[in-house]
């Protein structure tokens, strides 16, 4: 979706639950998308990346849904810990605009002990 | 693999500086970088697309005589914030992809510097 908004969107999490972050795009004409953690003061990190051809990834503790009929993107993350405590960012591509990616509002992480 | 650097990661200066952000690509050739800017909380804003040898193309809005980008080789690309201002303190943040051709590539991130125009 559109990277509007001035507030960040919060999910507090015990430490070891798991954690679940979605995500809205609007562009029916996505057909790539990637999850990033960006902690304090450091550019985005690749968590994770999902084609439209599919509907579910799944890497090291965490997996990425898919759902195109109501353009919703889901990253989970399982037996969340201190580390993951961070800004996550979806991002989507839009078929034929080369690799340039449109960031979502973005949602913080806080992971309590 | 994979790995984005970006120089210098903090800059103070005066108003009417100039300054200079390298990008680089340490261990691909990026054929497509990307500028970026950030302010607190808020998700990054697209500046422009830079590919290695020709014009960078710039989002709407976006002045390319204030922000001067040059992506001269397959490695580097720089950023130049031009007289800058106090309203062109931020987070910059650059990014770095391989062959446009090869579609569904995700985006690698230098960790960004931090301007302030004082």
Known sequence: ????GLHLPTLSVQEGDNSIINCAYSNSASDYFIWYKQESG?????????????DKRQGQRVTVLLNKTVKHLSLQIAA????DSAVYFCAEN???GGNKLTFGTGTQLKVEL | GAVVSQHPSWVICKSGTSVKIECRSLDFQATTMFWYRQFPKQSLMLMATSNEGSKATYEQGVEKDKFLINHASLTLSTLTVTSAHPEDSSFYI???SGDPFYSNQPQHFGDGTRLSIL
Request: charged letters at 20%.
């Open chain 1, 80 to 83: 969340t810990q201190p580390g």
């Open chain 2, 94 to 96: 650059c990014s770095a």
């Open chain 1, 42 to 54: 450091k550019g985005p990190q690749f968590i994770i990346d999902i084609r439209s051809n599919m």
């Open chain 1, 94 to 96: 839009i078929r034929g």
């Open chain 1, 1 to 4: 979706g559109e990277s509007v």
